[in-house]
């Protein structure tokens, strides 16, 4: 079975429909899906409508615990506008009540098999889905996997691409489909293969030309979601 790894979309669906091509490319059976479909930018209703389709299993990311947080006191949405940009309120603005009610009720952790496998799927990890676990994390936060069973724990929320060999198990970051930190325009993503546990990390270019046209309009070229797309830009 052909798996693909993604986190992090947030909303930008450019990135997307470029990882969806390379996934049929790749006769992808199933995707998993480490939450944060939203925020930061702003595509969020054709980012779900494109889910839709998708044989996947996902988890809740920290932009949709955001969006549990809005809708419970509206007065945040413009302290998370300031710092995230306006990805939340035109999620508020395009998802029906059905869709946002589906964004805040996903799990905040997941365990599935497959093929054998026991994959623990989590947004920053198992314990705290707001921590980060860099690619130069130290022994003693890793050792926190070690209370937890699981073959694999899949985990997102750095947006940086990175894996963890330990005794039992495996970690893997896939980085971010939407938001690369370490090169705009481009999509992180990792293709896992159950047949013989191989994985690759897989990096599709895709042209953000108009998600910058978008971000200086809509949040202007001082933001944070303009400068980051235009971090080693090579588009």
């Known amino acids: 079975m052909r798996v693909a790894i993604l986190a992090d979309i947030h909303a930008n669906i450019f990135a997307l429909e470029r990882v969806e091509e390379e996934m049929q490319k790749q006769r992808v059976d199933i995707v998993l899906l480490l939450g944060d479909l939203i925020g930061y930018f702003y595509y969020p209703k054709k980012v779900l409508d494109l889910l839709d389709g998708w044989n996947c299993y996902t988890i809740r990311g920290n932009h949709e615990g955001m969006l549990k947080e809005i809708t419970a006191n509206s007065q945040i949405l413009s302290l998370i506008k300031d710092k995230y940009g306006s990805g939340h309120k035109i999620a508020l603005e395009e998802l029906s009540l ?138």
Not at 111 to 130: C, F, Q, R, V, Y
């Open 98 to 235: 059905k869709e946002q009610k589906y964004l805040i009720e996903l799990p905040e952790t997941r365990t599935i098999e497959l093929e054998g496998l026991s994959i623990l799927m989590a947004h920053g990890t198992p314990w705290d889905k707001n921590a980060y676990i860099y690619p130069d994390c130290k022994q003693d936060v890793l050792n926190g996997f070690a209370n937890y069973q699981a073959d694999i724990f899949l985990i997102g929320h750095t947006h940086y691409p990175c894996c963890y060999h330990l005794e039992n198990s495996l970690v893997i970051n896939p980085g971010s489909v939407g938001q690369s930190r370490e090169r705009a325009g481009r999509a992180d993503w990792v293709l896992f293969d159950t047949s013989n546990r191989s994985f690759r990390f897989m990096k599709t270019d895709y042209d953000n030309s108009q998600l910058l046209t978008d971000a200086r309009e809509i949040d202007s070229v001082d933001s944070y979601n303009y400068r980051i797309l235009l971090r080693n830009n090579s588009v």
